[in-house]
Structure formats: C-alpha cells, structure tokens
C-alpha cells in the first residue's frame, strides 16, 4: 500500500523484483494480479508462469494503483493449470489469493452455502476457501468480523491448514498469517530440484513465512519471503486488516476467537 498509485517494480525495486520473479522456479503454474481503483476492485491472470509472460512484466511495471497485490501459484496437489484455478479469485468486489492447503477438499467445500457452490469455477481448495470467507463476510455483515469467524472454523476444522493468503476488499486489504502446524511441502520441493541448494531462499526451511516493511513508497507484505534486508516477520497465527483510505492497521486474532468459543461451549 502506497499513498499515491505505484508499479510493483518501483515498490520492490530492480532486485527485489528479480528475486520475486525467480521464485518461479517453483510458482510456475500462473501468476495473477489484484488492484484497487475508484471503481472497484481489477484483476488479471495467466495460467503461464510469470517469468516468460510479457503480460506480467508489463503489469508489474505500470503504476495501476496505491493498494494491490501480485500472485505466483504453485499448483499442488496435482490440481489442474487452467485460468479457471488461476488466482486471484474475485467476487463482488473481493479479490483473493492463497499460499497454502486446506484438505481434504470435499469437506471444505461442504462449509459452503448453495450460494457459494454456484459461484465456484474451478476446483482448487483456494477458491473454496475464499467464498467460505466471502461467505461469513455476508452472513456478519462485517468484514472484520466475518474475515475473523471463517479463519476460527477452519483452523478447528482443519487444523494442519496453511491459510496463508491476502485478500482486496473495495475498502481494505487482509493479509492472513496461519499455518503454524501445517505440513511443508519439502518433499515436492525437493522433487523438483537436483541440487537442494537451488531451491528458492527459505522455501525449505520457512516456506509459510510471512514478512512485512515499511519504506518512503508505504506498507509492503510478502508470503514465502524474500532473501533480502529490512523485512520483519509477520506474528504467527494473526491477520491484519489494513483500511485503503487511512491505512490503519486492525490486528485480528482467529485464535483467541477459536479459544474464547470454545470457552463459551463448555461453559
């Protein structure tokens, strides 16, 4: 988030950008981006990986908006590579997308309203998992709230989910930090590289890492981190919710809900 409109490749300047994009040596099933403008919320996606898509590199350098995000996906799971499971996903107005899993997937998609299942285009747990949130959103008319709500039912109902994933409203942006006992994908990591000294920084170490800084341009988050100076890590197991118009920052914290509804039940 920035105060005035800003390219990507401004933001994280030449090298970190170079460092984001080479992180398609493993996020090479499709890159999407996400932008706030006066008029809504705009998004665009490829099922090509980002490194060859001029697309991408003419996105990254154009000054689209002061709020937005970029996404690289790594398809696990054997899920398909088509536009349909590309993030991000956007629906009225809210567009979103996910570094992490949530399984098994027929159950997650067992939370949804037949509202939200005829909403679906494809079939990843990513876009389940938006419309759960999206789902809650509407039923609390609250995006803080319901944002709060969906990450406490799915944490108690999957607990090894990684969650991590950023979300665009018209009016704020969400960045969801929780994983803290989910499963790294070190094995197909490793499948995919000869030499384990080729995978990306951090990926084999703290693949749901979470970093934050703030800088002249404004307030930059990065999911899976980048190898690089001046990043702070995100607080396991929170999200933020960050307001477009004065960017105060709302702390938001499923867990102590998951703990304080479990504490109501039992009493």
Not at 15 to 21: D, M, N, Q, V
Not at 22 to 38: E, F, K, N
Not at 40 to 59: F, I, K, L, N
Not at 192 to 203: A, N, Q, T, V
Request: net charge negative; proline share 6%; charged share 25%.
């Amino acid at each position: 988030m920035t105060e005035s409109p800003c390219a990507v490749a401004d933001l994280l300047g030449e090298e970190g950008l170079a460092a984001f994009t080479s992180l398609t040596t493993v996020h090479s099933d499709g890159w999407g981006m996400a932008w706030h403008t006066p008029d809504g919320t705009c998004t665009t996606s490829s099922p090509r990986s980002a490194d060859v898509d001029e697309t991408y590199r003419r996105h990254v350098e154009i000054p689209l908006s002061h709020a937005g995000f970029v996404h690289l996906r790594w398809a696990t799971g054997g899920l398909d590579v088509r536009p349909e499971n590309t993030h991000p996903f956007l629906t009225d107005g809210a567009a979103f997308a996910h570094n992490g899993h949530i399984s098994p997937i027929a159950e997650l998609e067992a939370l949804l309203t037949p509202e939200s299942r005829e909403r679906l285009r494809g079939d990843t747990d990513s876009e389940r998992y938006f419309h759960f949130v999206h789902q809650n959103v509407e039923q609390y008319g609250d995006e803080a709230e319901g944002v709060t709500q969906a990450l406490a039912t799915l944490v108690r109902k999957f607990p090894r989910c990684g969650l991590n994933a950023l979300m665009l409203t018209r009016t704020h942006m969400f960045a969801i930090h929780i994983n803290s006992r989910a499963d790294s994908p070190l094995r197909a990591l490793r499948e995919l590289f000869d030499d384990e000294g080729d995978i990306p920084p951090r990926h084999t170490t703290e693949y749901f890492a979470m970093d934050y800084r703030t800088s002249d341009h404004g307030l930059e988050i990065v999911s899976s981190g980048l190898d690089q100076p001046g990043w702070t890590p995100v607080p396991a197991d929170t999200a933020v919710m960050v307001d477009l118009a004065t960017r105060e920052v709302t702390r938001l914290d499923p867990i102590a809900r998951l703990g304080a509804d479990a504490l109501r039940a039992s009493g």
